[in-house]
C-alpha cells in the first residue's frame, strides 16, 4: 500500500485512506509538526497509553518542544485510571517540558473536538490541528468526521489561545490528588426496542425504498492525486456538487503554486532601524553654488558629501551597511518589484548570514573610533577644514569656510557615527505572510507574480551550480542554502552529484531565458518552468516554446 505524507493545509483522514488505497507514513499524520515545533498547547479528547506514548515519543526527538495540554474526559470514555496514571509519570518525567490539566465532562453527549496548536518560534508560523477525533487521532475516524491541518491565522490562534487560558483556569492539574483516578465506566446497552429501532433507519438510510428510488451512484478515488469523481449507474462521470456551488477543484498548478506560498513569507527591510551612511550630504549652497537649477526642460542637480573616515574603510563599512540587500538576493526569490519571498527553511541560514555582517560592522566602527567619537573627529578636524577649503579653491569660490559651516558639518558627522557605534549596525527586517488567491479576470492575475516566484527558485540551483561567484562573501555551507531554497522539490536537486548536472543547468537556464521573452500568457510561462522543476525533457519544454515562437 503506497504510504502519503501530507503537507499542512490538509483534510484528514482522506478519500484514499478511508478506501484502503493508500496510508499515511506517520500516525498521526501531523507527527512531523511535533518534530519541527517550540511549542505544542490545545485540548485532546480522550488520551490513553497509545496517545501518551505519541507524546513520549515528540518530547523525545525534539529538545526544544515543550506542551501544555488540556485533556477532556466523558462518562464511560477510552480513558482509564492506568492511561492517567501513565500521563502523570511521564509529567513528572518531563521535568517541565509537559504539563497536563485534566477536564471532566458531565455527561456522555458533552463529547468536545480536539484542537492542538504548533508554535513555530523562529518562523512566526502556528499550525493547528482541529476536529471531531481522539487519542491524537490514532483510533479509526468514523465516517463524517474529520480534521483540518493548517497554517492558523495570527487573530484566530489569538483568539483560541483566550478560550485555551480560560479552560486551563477550569481544569486541573494532573499531578494534584485524585485527578488521575478517573472510575472505569462502560455505556449501557439500552433496550433491546431501542436497538431494533435504530437498526431499521440504518436500513432505511442504506438500501430502503428511498434510496432504490434514487439514481444509483459510485464513487472513484484517484490514488494519486486523491480526487474523488461521482460515477452514475451507466458508468459517467456526474458533476460534484461543489462544481454546482461553483467550487471548482483547485487546478494541479495552482495548487502547486499555493503548497509554495505557505513554506515562506514576504520579507522587506525596516529602513527606519538602519544606521545613515556615516558619510554626510553637505548643502552645495556653503560653496556658493545652487542644488537644484532648471532651465526649460533641462535640469541640473548637484548633490555633495563629505567624510573624514579614509576611503578604504568607508567602503568597508559600507559594504557591510548595505549588505542586507545583497544577502536578500541569495537567501530570497522574487515576486515583483522590490518585493521578496524568503522560505522558512533559509531564515535561520538567512540570520546567521546577517549576524555575522553585524559584528564585522561594528568591529570596523570599534577599531576606527576606539570609542570615543569627539576624539576622532577632533583628530580630523585639520584635515576638514583644509578639505573644505580646497572644495571653495576648486570651484573658484572666494573666501574660507566659517567656523559656523565646520560646526554644521561635524555635528552631522557627529550624530552619524555615534549612531553607528551604539545602534544595531545592519537593519531590522519585517516578515508579512502571502497567500495564492487564483482570481483571474481581466483586471486581476495571480499569475505574474507566480511567475516571478517560480522562475526565481528554477533559476537558483542552477545558477549555483555553475556560476563560480554565486557564493562569493557568504559563509554558510553550499550545499545547505541549496537545501533550504529547494521549496518545489526540484528534480535537480534529487542528483546534484550525478554526471553532465552543469550542462544541464546550463540547457535549462537557457529555456527559462526563452521562456520569459517568448510571447505567452503569465500562467503558460509558469506551465513550462513547473516542467523543468519537475524534471521534464528538455526537449519536451523545448518543443512547445518552439511553437509558441512560431508566428
Known sequence: MKEITPSPPFIWPEPRVIEGICDYQDQPPFDSLAVSANSMFGIVSVLTVQGVEVLE????????????????????????????????????????????????????????????????????????????????????????HAAVVFKADPVLVDSFRSYFNWLWGKSADITSGGVPLIPNLVLPEGTEEGAKMWQDYLLECSDSKIVESMQHTNVRVDPESGDVA??????????????????????????????????????????????????????????????????????RRVNARVSIIDEKTLKEIERRRQGVRTLLTKFTFGLADNMRWMPFSARGLFESELRRLNVEGKKLVKDLLKGDVNAFIESRRKDLIGDINAMYGALGRQGQ?????????????????????????????????????????????????????????????????????????????????IDAMNVADDALSRGLDSRGIKNRCRAELELIDRIEFVPMESRDRCELVYRIIAGDPVEEVDKVLNKKETP
Request: charged share 30%.
Open 230 to 299: 461521482i460515477i452514475s449507474e451507466d458508468g459517467k462521470e456526474m458533476p460534484p456538487p461543489t462544481d454546482e456551488i461553483g467550487l471548482t477543484k483547485l487546478d494541479r498548478l495552482s495548487e502547486f503554486v499555493a503548497k509554495i506560498y505557505e513554506k515562506g513569507s514576504l520579507v522587506s527591510i525596516d529602513k527606519m532601524s538602519r544606521i545613515p551612511p556615516l558619510d554626510a550630504p553637505i548643502d552645495p549652497r556653503i560653496f556658493g553654488d545652487v542644488s537644484e537649477l532648471q532651465k526649460g526642460a533641462v535640469t
Open 401 to 481: 569656510a566659517t567656523d559656523e559651516i565646520i560646526t554644521m558639518v561635524t555635528k552631522s558627522l557627529k550624530e552619524r557615527l555615534e549612531k553607528a557605534q551604539t545602534a544595531q549596525f545592519t537593519p531590522k527586517l519585517s516578515y508579512s505572510s502571502l497567500r495564492f488567491v487564483r482570481t483571474d479576470s481581466a483586471l486581476a492575475s495571480p499569475w505574474g507574480q507566480a511567475y516571478s516566484l517560480l522562475k526565481d527558485i528554477a533559476v537558483f540551483p542552477r545558477k549555483a551550480l555553475t556560476d563560480n561567484y554565486f557564493f562569493r562573501g557568504l559563509k554558510v555551507p553550499e550545499e545547505e542554502l
Open 57 to 144: 515519543s515528540c518530547l523525545a526527538r525534539n529538545d526544544s518542544l515543550n506542551i501544555r495540554l488540556i485533556v477532556t474526559v466523558y462518562p464511560a470514555c477510552a480513558t482509564r485510571e492506568k492511561d492517567l496514571s501513565c500521563l502523570e509519570d511521564l509529567v513528572l518525567r518531563a521535568d517541565g517540558r509537559l504539563v497536563i490539566h485534566i477536564k471532566p465532562l458531565e455527561r456522555v453527549t458533552d463529547r468536545t473536538p480536539s484542537t492542538l496548536c504548533f508554535l513555530e518560534h523562529d518562523k512566526d508560523v502556528v499550525h493547528m490541528v482541529t476536529g471531531l477525533y481522539e487519542d491524537l487521532g490514532l483510533k479509526p475516524f468514523p465516517n463524517g
